[in-house]
Each structure stands twice: as structure tokens, then as C-alpha cells.
Nanobody, 117 residues
Framework: VQLQASGGGLVQTGGSLRLSCAVSGSISRFDGMAWFRQASGKPRELVAS?????NYADSVKGRFTISVENADNTLYLQMNDLKPEDTAVYYC??????????????WGQGTQVTVSS
């Protein structure tokens, strides 16, 4: 299984972007999916997750929406009202629950989002 993230780019403050994460296989096999981001010089942080409900980082609540389209095996992140502090490389990740507390994670390659002020 491979994850291919796309949709990043350069946008002005207040603009919108939609990120996509195409999964080469059935998306239904995963117990959860998420978007992370990593700004330059900072640790990677969770942006939004889906699976047993949706969760968002406080910094993106009300502006970002995570969704899954099972028909085309794609995870999306709709980002509205973008701010310069949203500038980062965005990564998608899948999660699969194995035996007991074991987890299997797969990462996409990342897509750059740059928000100009």
C-alpha cells in the first residue's frame, strides 16, 4: 500500500487549498487516517484525524475539514482561511490496529503548503 499526497502550493493569507491523499488499495482496511504537518525547525504535529470520530488541532478548528471518500480511496483536507502559520509540509498517515495495542502506520511523502502574508 502506498500513499500519494498532493494539492499543496502557494496561497495568500485567507485563501484555500484542498489536500488529497490517494491510497493504492482499499481505504476501508484502515482504522484511522490523519493529516500531520511539519514547519521548518519544528516537530511534526497532528492537524486532523478521522476514525471513530474526527479530531482537530485547536489551531485549525473551524478552518480545516478532514474527510474520507471511500469510493476513490482518498483522504482529503479542506483548508480555508489559511494563515502564514499554516505554512508547513503536510503528511497523510494511515493507522491500522493489529494484535493487542500494536499499531501499523503508513506515511505519505508530504506536500508543501506555503501561505504568504
Amino acid at each position: 500500500v502506498q500513499l500519494q499526497a498532493s494539492g499543496g502550493g502557494l496561497v495568500q493569507t485567507g485563501g484555500s487549498l484542498r489536500l488529497s491523499c490517494a491510497v493504492s488499495g482499499s481505504i476501508s482496511r484502515f482504522d484511522g487516517m490523519a493529516w500531520f504537518r511539519q514547519a521548518s525547525g519544528k516537530p511534526r504535529e497532528l492537524v486532523a484525524s478521522v476514525g471513530g470520530g474526527t479530531n482537530y488541532a485547536d489551531s485549525v478548528k473551524g478552518r480545516f475539514t478532514i474527510s474520507v471518500e471511500n469510493a476513490d480511496n482518498t483522504l482529503y483536507l479542506q483548508m480555508n482561511d489559511l494563515k502564514p502559520e499554516d505554512t508547513a509540509v503536510y503528511y497523510c498517515r494511515t493507522e491500522r490496529h493489529l494484535k493487542g495495542w500494536q499499531r501499523e502506520y503508513l506515511w505519505g511523502q508530504g506536500t508543501q503548503v506555503t501561505v504568504s502574508s
